[in-house]
Structure formats: C-alpha cells, structure tokens
C-alpha cells in the first residue's frame, strides 16, 4: 500500500518548485510521482503528421521523486506525513500523522 496514490493533493517539499501544490496524475513503479502544473519542462518538439502532432516548443510536467514530495493535509493547511492504522473489521487505511484523520475522507 502506497502512501502517496493518484489523485492526492501534494505540495512539494524541496527544489525549483518548492511550495507548490498539485494533484497525482500517476505514480510510477520506480518511486516517482507525475504532478499536475508542477515542474513543468519545456521541451523541442518535431512535427508529426501520422499522430497528428505540430512541431515547437511545448510544455511538459516531468516527474518528481516520492521523497520531494508530501501530501497536503486540508484540516492544519499544511503538508503531512502519511501512517497506517487496522480498523476493527481488518482493513487498513492511511491517516495523517500530525491529526490522526483519515487521509481522502
């Protein structure tokens, strides 16, 4: 079980995008994370007529490692760390370390 999972709000913790906030799109096997709006690359781009695709420059989010980043905690406001907690029927969820509340509900 992942602590951090698509659809998270997460604020970046460290580097050239440091305090910005944004949503998962998609969490990769190697540890990293892509990030909606957050850090943004531009890139050269050739034409392509087949996929129907013009050529220039173009703006693309590039992943993030796990570790730059933390979820966002909408009761303090603030980024948090992520834990685990059994419930009494056997499952387990992910809650915030800081309040204890239970992490997307």
Do not use: W, Y
């Not at 996929?51 to 570790?67: A, H, R, Y």
């Amino acid at each position: 079980m992942n602590k951090i999972r698509k659809g998270d709000e997460i604020v970046v913790i460290c580097g050239k995008d440091r305090g910005k906030r944004g949503v998962v799109l998609k969490v990769f096997p190697t540890g990293q994370v892509l990030v909606d709006g957050v850090n943004v690359v531009k890139k050269h781009q050739k034409p392509n007529p087949l996929k129907g695709q013009s050529g220039g420059l173009i703006e693309k989010s590039m992943p993030l490692d796990v570790s730059n980043v933390a979820i966002f905690n909408p009761g303090t406001q603030k980024a948090d760390r992520v834990g685990f907690k059994l419930l009494a029927d056997g499952g387990k969820v992910r809650v915030f370390k800081s309040n204890g509340e239970v992490v997307g509900g």
